[in-house]
């Protein structure tokens, strides 16, 4: 896996697990609890993980050595408003970990979709089901044609951050979209959300059972493996519209919140600033009308939301830029550049929150 430090092993003999379930298939065993796989150890991958972890669900987190040996050491050190706690988990720097796993999530960076693909490739159990929870529209297209079987895409709206080594900060919200024919069931376009307030109540109540694996998990074993961690989940027959609405507020925040350095509720009260994240987005919805992408709820509504309920969250762009890191950034503002390019449609705003960031990132790998 991209970031995998080669000759590691998951924790507690998970490597040895991984190496005798190669090539069966996840559903394999009636009586075998269904295993999850998280790809890209990082803040989004570390929160889910870490609260499936916690909630009783077999997990096996697969990141960059330093992440690793601090779980492996202490478990995964998870921080919320409810809870602060050292969860145990099964930790592994190598993709071959997935075997087995009857859902896998990859949260790697987009620029390393095709990498991470080419990995897991040859350890995937035949039944396993592939979720991307990434930034970006595109990433899940990108990893089927890897893989060569479906991948469903999901929406992700949290806020994360990592803490430092093996240490995730959950900031707000949580919730997942994901398609509601994963499996084969029937669309059931409109169900709602489990309430966000439920559901994180649920983190301290009694869990579900855990859905069994079989020949594989349909949309309704994934809402209910989640739900046993208090997790929302919302099955939708729009997930790429879903996308489209969160690319648009990645477009409108995450440049701005990096090039500012400051969080999401202290960035909008700057002069003209609230209006920069308007301006970005309606570029954004011309040219998701030009492709014909219907985006679901109030846009406009949404946009404004992201402030008020994550306040103190600095954006993915801000916080890779002060690790001095890559960004997603052409993969949010700058597909924006690339399709309004194709398409001729004008996005000036976009093309210089793209052309800031890029500069901002040859700075920092100076």
């Known amino acids: 896996m991209t970031g995998a430090a080669p000759g590691g092993d998951a924790r507690g003999g998970a490597g040895a697990d991984a190496r005798a379930n190669a090539g069966a298939d996840a559903g394999a065993g009636a009586g075998k609890a269904a295993r999850v796989a998280i790809v890209g150890a990082g803040a989004v991958g570390c929160y889910y993980g870490g609260v499936l972890a916690r909630a009783g669900v077999p997990v096996v987190l697969i990141g960059r050595p330093q992440h690793v040996d601090a779980m492996r050491r202490d478990g995964l050190r998870i921080a919320t408003a409810s809870f602060d706690e050292h969860v145990p988990v099964e930790a592994s720097t190598q993709a071959a970990a997935v075997a087995g796993a009857a859902l896998v999530l990859?949260?790697?960076?987009?620029?390393?979709?095709?990498?991470?693909?080419?990995?897991?490739?040859?350890?995937?159990a035949p039944g396993a089901r592939v979720l991307s929870l990434q930034n970006g529209v595109d990433n899940a297209a990108r990893l089927q044609a890897v893989l060569g079987r479906p991948v469903a895409p999901a929406v992700v709206y949290v806020a994360t951050e990592m803490g430092g080594p093996?240490?995730?900060?959950?900031?707000?919200?949580?919730?997942?979209?994901?398609?509601?024919d994963i499996g084969g069931a029937a669309s059931t376009e409109g169900v709602d959300a489990i309430d966000v307030a439920k559901a994180a109540?649920?983190?301290?109540?009694?869990p579900a059972p855990v859905p069994r694996a079989h020949a594989g998990l349909a949309s309704a074993d994934i809402v209910a493996l989640f739900a046993r961690a208090g997790v929302p989940v919302e099955l939708s027959g729009n997930v790429?519209?879903?996308?489209?609405g969160k690319l648009l507020l990645n477009c409108g925040y995450n440049a701005i919140s990096a090039i500012t350095d400051m969080p999401y509720g202290r960035m909008v009260t700057l002069p003209g600033i609230a209006r920069t994240v308007h301006d970005a987005v309606a570029e954004c919805l011309a040219v998701a009308?030009?492709?014909?992408?219907?985006?679901?709820?109030d846009v406009w509504a949404a946009v404004d939301r992201?402030?008020?309920?994550?306040?103190?969250?600095?954006?993915?762009?801000c916080q890779d830029l002060r690790r001095g890191k890559p960004t997603e950034i052409d993969h949010l503002n700058g597909y924006i550049v690339r399709q309004g390019d194709r398409l001729g449609i004008p996005v000036p705003l976009n093309r210089a929150l793209h052309a800031l960031v890029k500069a901002m990132e040859a700075r920092a790998a100076a």
């Open 240 to 244: 790429a519209g879903a996308l489209w």
């Open 106 to 124: 990859v949260c790697v960076k987009s620029p390393d979709t095709e990498a991470t693909g080419r990995d897991l490739a040859p350890h995937l």
């Open 289 to 297: 009308a030009a492709l014909d992408v219907t985006i679901p709820g």
């Open 201 to 206: 109540a649920a983190l301290d109540a009694t």
């Open 166 to 180: 093996g240490h995730v900060r959950h900031m707000g919200r949580g919730e997942l979209v994901i398609p509601s």
């Open 306 to 317: 992201i402030a008020a309920s994550m306040p103190g969250q600095v954006s993915s762009t």
